[in-house]
């Protein structure tokens, strides 16, 4: 039993088999593209969505079989999981919820693409360090939505009537969209209403400039200090402990040499050896010299 | 009395008492959001204000009483002690106005989450870099405002009939928005107008680029210099030291070896003393051994 | 006969060799150009295409006698192949197809020109490496495709009535060109639909940036790498081998230096070598010395 | 009449000269934007710019005593000659045009202030860094040209009914404004239009976001080239060179001790001397030393 256990998680962590996964996959996005043209293909198109969730709860069920709860420890094993149960509930609840619900059977190829569920990791690491800036635009965002429906609220209802409509107009404002049009709504009734808008397009274009920059430079930063820096910091270590490895071995030898020479002329007072510290008494040696 | 300052100045500087006030500040920013809708909840509303108001001055009250001058060093307090003196001035001077400023009180968020101040600071540290570039594109597009309106100013009034409208054209011409009207506007009596607007979008394009780059640069430059850069310019240090301690350390073996060696059996062409730390007395062996 | 032909060599790879076939692909692009005005040059242009080919034959000629089959071994020389021959087949099948084909010919300046072929070589290398980002951004506005369809296909059928149109549709939201509009259609019947706007321009945006940011960083990294970085590794390792070598030399000199002392005056307890190289043989000269 | 000279060199080049030329040129910028208004300043205006005019004449002249010919070598002097000259030629000829290069004495703001000075000169050096891929833009653009109109010209001539109006539309979709409209338009006709639009933006894009780019890396490059890298490259230098001078000296220490230890007793096999910098005569005192 066990042996089969091992045997299907062998199988379920092989290449083809999530090669194959991914080409399912695949299909399943085509055939839910397909299906939007309609036709008289619509028929088919079903039963190859069914025939696709088949395939998808088979995988599921082998992954469960070969990792038991470890299936669990990976997130992403997660949002499959709740992909496939999405699939096979009956759609007798609100029908539109599920069928919509069934995109994100697409996502799925990010969770078969190794290197795409990197980038997704990445890209929500990097969330907390653009944080604090993301919570600058929106204050300023917010603040202007207030500021520009108290100013324009009641001369311009269709683009500042109330806090949800300004938002909204502001952030079109933000893609620099039809900003122009919203500004001469305004200008019949507030001659200086242009400040408003170009203030605020100025202000945050400047913060989104930063946060970009912000991200750019961190990016760097980690890749330099991960890749090539510590490779650098590496060499110089290793450098470094060869000269200090030799000089040791140097002073080992003078050392010794040192000794010699004491021991073969040798004085009673030489106790401690020569390196740092040695203050050399007068020669003994001299008179057993003067003999003969 | 000294005592309970000093225990007031520990609340005003304790964790909870800047979340609270936060928390406060936040509410009184959904309470401005939900006023817009108007609506039954109106009275509820300027009652709930009116408790924020109150909370900010208690806030600032304190903090007077725990900083006292102190309070004033730091211009974010500033920032502060104006936005609620606005806000409990009586709204009887011009309305709106003092509605309008009301709005400043969201912006507290900055003051009261340090990681935002640090990035109002950094911008603000960072706009004197960029102010010659900025400086640069407010000449060109003054330049281009005299020059479109001279161009013109007669046959399309309506966007370069003076300096103002001519410059919020351009201004709208450098949000990319709408600028294909301006220029069949102008191409009518100008069929060469096109020159002007295609040669405008080239240049402040260009210098925006280059402003951007340039921040970029000195974001990217500070950031090493004061991170890994310092690091490794300190990690060589040491290894350099300890390299130098070293090598003076074995020196000073070899010179301790070479004056003992001399003190025991002299040699004539031995007069120089050897490196530093060998201050060697005449030899006194010498005589003897001519001996015999 | 090889020589002829090494001459021939000579003469293409020549310096004013390839700028005359530059001017002359300059020159035909210029005829293109003045060829859409029509008018009586027509006739005119028309020969002076008939030239340009001419010369394209005789270039393609003079290098395929000159290199044989190394002249197929340059994609950018299939590119040209490619082109002639495309310029020089009878107009007598689908006629605007091969018109149309005539545009190519402006792109030998790129094949002419080395630092253009350099980039555009730079431009697929650095393909790969923002394949996998590119790969995400499809995968999301595919989704957003088929989930736009689904939601609003039936209501708004002229932006989102199928797969391909919605993909359009997005393309255009992309640009953040007109977005305004299409929301404005989706806003009649779907109330909630500008979340749909709003979370795609944000999504795709921040994808975007980070693709960008990913080849910035990428590109900084390769050109550090390549350049500077190369540089001071290899400083760093001439330094560092400098030393040792340095080093290697002393140790050479004491180790001689206490063979020298040892042969001289032995020493009983110097039974160890010192240091590396120093291999020493018992003192021939201890007996002599104790004579007397 | 040198002494005075160069007073007249002292003061044109003194601080306040420059910074009063300043406010002039800004007060005659002003002056142009105050006449677009006209009403019924304007003759003062007209005086106000005349006397304007007549300081910059005292100035270029002050400048051309002080410096004589040394004046033209700096290019930006040049440019402030032909602005005076401009401004002084009698508007007899065709008056508008000279009415118009009025303008360019605004642009002497540039030449008054050095940090922009630097900029200009900076973005010049950096054009060639660009060149290739600008050069490569526009022959992607003018590519698309040419096949844009053959392909739509005859059914949309309003926007590609010949080369120029050609290049025109694909400047306006490059700023991606408008391109639906265009899209449109050629959809009627041509229901694959939207491919060329499309793959027009992806590619021209990708083109400028490289541009972006290497300019970005080049600029950080060279940042760091001149800057920190130097540095760095210095520091490591100094370091090595203390090292092999330390190192120098203890080889030059031990040498001489070896050539002490062979005098002093010498042992048949020393023959040969020790590192570098050893020369040691036969021994002469070894005899002596036989001696009894």
Redesign the interface.
Known sequence: MVLRRSQVAQMVESRWFSNTMLVVILIN?AV???A???GSAQPYLVVAERIVVGVFVVELALKLIAWRGGFFRDPWNWFDFFVVVISVIPATGPF?VL??LR??R??R??TA?P??R???S??FR?MPGMG??I??LL?VV??A???G???F?DDVPQYFG??GT?L?TL??VM??????DFADAVAEDHPLG?MFF?GY?VVTT?IV??L??????T???Q???S???AE??K??AV??E???A?????????????R??????GDPDAGEP???G?G?A??P??PS????
């Open positions: 996005a839910l593209g397909w939007t043209y309609g539109s069928r919509i995109v994100l697409i996502l190829v990010i693409v290197q795409m990197t980038i997704i990445a890209l990097s604090t800036v919570g600058l204050v917010y603040t939505a207030i500021l429906q108290q100013l609220g109330d806090l300004t909204y952030f079109t893609t620099t969209e039809n900003w122009p242009w170009v397009i400047f400039l930063n970009v920059i912000g991200v750019i430079v990016a760097m930063e890749e330099v200090e890749g090539l820096w650098d910091q060499l110089e450098q470094h060869a000269v200090m030799k000089l040791a071995e140097l002073s080992e030898q003078v050392a010794r040499l040192d010699m020479v004491r021991d073969h002329g020569v390196g740092q040695a050399v007068h020669d040696v001299q010299n003067g003999s003969g």
